[in-house]
């Protein structure tokens, strides 16, 4: 009978042994298939600023991002994600392009100890649950869907690699900047892209609610989420240049300062 392959991939399988290879396989539908075709581009140039401020608290205790990132120039202090003080909440590459994390109010500061050069498109997770009994469940950070050991990361002097139990980060309240870019209106500038943001107020998420393996590739794809994003929550796409900071999620836009018309 004729069915619809509409958002469908062909899963392969490969035989192998005659010299040459076989591969037969079925129709595998994926149901929740999303293309992303906009990003904001930060330059560490330029002057620009992405921000926004709560009007009230969110909850300050489990919280989740995922976006897409692909680097622009390497080296120097690059944000992601910034909480609008240098003691406040920082997602970074460093100098020597290895990913730190830090949050000052958890006692929470890890570098990893490889450098991340990577220039293609990736997805990257990160999740805190600070109520969680068990240290390395409170704060997890994926990449294309795998899940990164921090127990061989390096953790900065008197803090620990996962934020400290119950403890309240400096980001989602209303006297902090949200920050994408930049630490702060100054501090430590992005280059690179940043695509299909996504903030979720009050939930630690996995990778899947985001995004998946395309069978066909075995590439990691976006996929719709159909979760909710929470009192402060919010889904960036980038889908107008002339209002950048539109929010599709809960109409709290950001305000996007000082990015030329590319």
């Known amino acids: 009978r004729n069915e619809s392959i509409e958002n469908s991939y062909f899963y392969t399988t490969l035989y192998e042994g005659t010299g040459t290879g076989k591969r037969v396989g079925q129709f595998l539908p994926l149901n929740e298939v999303k293309t992303v075709n906009n990003a904001i581009r930060f330059e560490d140039g330029d002057s620009n600023t992405f921000t926004k401020t709560p009007s009230a608290d ?129 501090q430590a500038p992005l280059d690179g892209y940043l695509a299909d943001i996504h903030f979720v107020d009050g939930q630690a998420l996995t990778p899947t609610s985001f995004a998946q393996t395309d069978p066909s590739t075995e590439k990691w794809i976006p996929k719709t989420f159909t979760g909710n994003h929470g009192k402060n929550g919010h889904h960036l796409e980038f889908l107008n240049s002339s209002s950048l900071g539109a929010d599709s999620a809960n109409g709290y836009n950001f305000t996007a300062t000082d990015f030329p018309t590319r």
């Not at 994390?101 to 100890?113: G, I, L, P, R």
């Not at 409170?138 to 400290?164: C, M, V």
């Open 58 to 186: 969110g909850n300050r205790k489990i919280m989740t991002w995922s976006l897409w990132f692909k680097r622009g120039n390497l080296g120097g202090t690059q944000t992601l994600i910034g909480g609008g003080q240098t003691n406040g909440i920082m997602f970074q590459l460093n100098s020597s392009n290895q990913w730190y994390f830090y949050d000052n109010a958890a006692s929470f500061q890890v570098t990893n100890t490889y450098a991340f050069n990577r220039s293609q498109w990736v997805h990257l997770v990160f999740a805190i649950d600070t109520n969680q009994s068990t240290d390395t469940d409170r704060f997890k950070f994926y990449i294309d869907g795998e899940l990164q050991d921090l127990s061989t990361w390096n953790a900065g002097a008197g803090n620990q690699k996962y934020p400290t139990l119950n403890s309240t980060i400096s980001y989602n309240t209303n006297s902090l900047g949200m920050y994408y870019g930049k630490v702060d209106a100054t």
